[in-house]
């Protein structure tokens, strides 16, 4: 059984930071698969935050280019998503996905950390 765990948010003021990690547990091979941090927010759909690839490839969404990083860390089965100057608009839960092959055979969801962005 494969389980992702996210941890790291919280309330935090506009402007500030805040990371994020995904921790995958069980029967993985995590350097593998592809990792993708969504978001959603009450009343919105969820959309794709961040992506990175078993190659180590970026990909952002425009409202986070140049705020936010993905990083993994393979050995230790965790996936990070470092958030800086946070706005209020970033305020949702946020998700870890790991997939792996075509047709997402292997597709794994956390349960998902909130973060608020409030004065």
């Known amino acids: 059984q494969v389980q992702l765990v996210e941890s790291g948010g919280g309330l935090v003021q506009p402007g500030g930071s805040l990371r994020l990690s995904c921790a995958a547990s069980?029967?993985?091979?995590?350097?593998?698969?592809?990792l993708v941090w969504y978001r959603q927010a009450p009343g919105k759909q969820r959309e794709l935050v961040a992506a990175i690839t078993s190659g180590g490839s970026t990909n952002y969404a425009d409202s986070v280019k140049g705020r936010f990083t993905i990083s993994r860390d393979n050995a230790k089965k965790t996936a990070y998503l470092q958030m800086n100057s946070l706005k209020a608009d970033d305020t949702a839960g946020y998700y870890c996905?790991?997939?792996?092959?075509?047709?997402?055979?292997?597709?794994?969801w956390g349960q998902g950390t909130q973060v608020a962005v409030s004065a």
């Open positions: 069980g029967s993985i091979g995590f350097s593998i698969y592809e």
């Open positions: 996905n790991a997939w792996l092959g075509s047709t997402r055979r292997y597709d794994y």
